[in-house]
């Protein structure tokens, strides 16, 4: 038997052990390379793979071949860099178990459909998405914390639901997803009183909800630079669940040594476990992302090469965007009863979208503007900390409106109005909803601001 038949023998006999993602994730893109006396060299994408194939996989891998060859060998994982330098590592054999299948319907807060199947690798994602799923499958051991960073858009929720979906289904450990907006909501709760001057309960539920679980999944932790009491909460939640060898996945959109409004202690402990960076999609993963949703989308019209190449190549940043110029060139066929999307209708259904969602970003910063030019004061002023009216109330308006008008979260908007607190958007929102619900006048320059802002 040669080398090529052997491992073909391999991956079928695994690809029936393993489930078809583990397989996908762990064998598909590995190779058997070399085979002499008592060992067997093979050859994976990643380093993640190498640790994981020889954490958690060695045994079963071993027996296989052991069946298909009657010999007891030692299995090495290599790098392709690696292997053409010789290099020749020990092989580790630990042995860590695997989640046992288990229905648990959590109230965990994840979205189902964010799961590893609909998530689409390419290299742009693969080293995040094999070390994501090396955590789903075994929690609190492989990488703690693991820190996934990047850009808005790029699948980073989507990744760290997939795993808080797959522990779910797997096992009976308990996950919780948050935002870290909602962190800080859930914080601010402990400081309320009630009508005994007491809160003793919420501390309880406080600490029930963070502490007594087994995978913490907290996204977009920038937003805790605003912040800093709930950071010290976050800092003890994290000690306890971290020494309690408790799963702690993170995500932001800059790596931990960017994070310059977090505390020092914070940024040192997101250091310890693994950080991955996910990237933007190429071309060749932006097409697959394309024609895989297309697939799942159970819609009858079929797309063109050229067209595919023309959305891939128009939204090049992210995978959201991505998402929107397909589900526009979608509706757009379906209302003009078109059963071929072609080039020519992605065209014409894109026509000027591509590049104000891009410029989507920059809303907040179109609100001050219009405000500051109605009001007649500067950008700067309603970022500043002047208090006299003639600048706090248009200040009031920009914040109600980018609140209103846009998807951003109350941190974001504080963040871009000079560093303030979410609890003054928050009051700044409400203020100036309850005003205009009683005065007609506000009401029309409300109104009046929104049409200067088409
Ligand atoms: P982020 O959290 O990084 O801003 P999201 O996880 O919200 O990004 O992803 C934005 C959208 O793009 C989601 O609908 C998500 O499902 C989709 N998406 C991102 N990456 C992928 C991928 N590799 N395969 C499939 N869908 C993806
Ligand atoms: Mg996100």
């Not at 795993?163 to 289904?169: A, E, H, L, R, V």
Request: one cysteine or more; charged letters at 25%.
């Amino acid at each position: 038997m040669n080398i090529e038949n052997i491992w073909n023998r391999f991956l079928s006999t695994i690809k029936r052990k393993v489930n078809t993602l583990s397989f996908n994730t762990w064998f598909r893109d590995s190779k058997l390379v070399d085979i002499s006396d008592n060992n067997i060299i093979i050859i994976v994408p990643t380093p993640a793979h190498k640790k994981h194939l020889a954490e958690s996989y060695i045994d079963i891998i071993k027996e296989i071949f052991n069946e298909i060859t009657g010999t007891n060998f030692n299995v090495e994982f290599l790098l392709e860099n690696e292997y053409q330098k010789n290099i020749v590592n020990d092989n580790n054999e630990l042995d860590e178990e695997i989640g046992v299948p288990f229905n648990n319907p959590e109230k965990a807060n994840l979205n189902p459909d964010y799961t590893f199947e609909n998530f689409i690798v390419g290299e742009s994602n693969r080293f995040a998405q094999a070390t994501a799923l090396a955590v789903a499958e075994n929690p609190g051991k492989m990488y703690n914390p693991l820190f996934i960073y990047g850009n808005s858009g790029l699948g980073k929720t989507h990744l760290m639901q997939a795993i808080g979906n797959y522990i779910i289904k797997n096992t009976t450990k308990r996950v919780l997803y948050v935002t870290s907006d909602q962190f800080i909501n859930d914080f601010l709760g402990l400081n309320k009183k009630d009508k005994d001057g007491k809160n003793f309960d919420y501390i309880d539920l406080f600490k029930d909800k963070y502490r007594n679980i087994d995978v913490l999944i907290i996204d977009d932790i920038q937003f805790l630079g605003n912040a800093p009491k709930t950071q010290n909460e976050f800092f003890h939640t994290f000690n306890t669940l971290y020494d309690d060898k408790k799963q702690i996945i993170i995500s932001s959109d800059s790596s931990p040594d960017d994070l310059k409004h977090l505390e020092d202690r914070l940024r040192t402990r997101f250091n310890w476990g693994l950080k991955v960076n996910i990237f933007p999609p190429d071309n060749e993963l932006r097409k697959e992302i394309l024609r895989k949703k297309m697939a799942n989308m159970d819609f009858s019209s079929h797309m063109s090469e050229d067209a595919i190449d023309y959305i891939a190549n128009m939204c090049h940043s992210d995978v959201r965007s991505l998402e929107g110029a397909l589900t526009r060139v979608c509706a757009y066929s379906t209302i003009f009863f078109e059963e071929e999307i072609t080039l020519d209708l992605a065209i014409e259904a894109l026509k000027g979208t591509i590049s104000s969602s891009t410029n989507f970003k920059n809303d907040i910063q179109k609100i001050q503007r219009v405000v500051a030019e109605y009001y007649n004061v500067s950008v700067d002023d309603l970022k500043s900390k002047k208090r006299v009216a003639t600048i706090a109330f248009p200040r009031q308006i920009a914040i109600y409106l980018s609140r209103n008008l846009t998807d951003e979260s109350f941190p974001r908007i504080g963040m871009e109005f000079g560093g303030r607190d979410h609890s003054t958007v928050i009051h700044s929102c409400d203020k100036i909803a309850n005003e205009i619900k009683n005065n007609k006048q506000l009401e029309n320059i409300i109104e009046e601001i929104k049409k200067k802002l088409e």
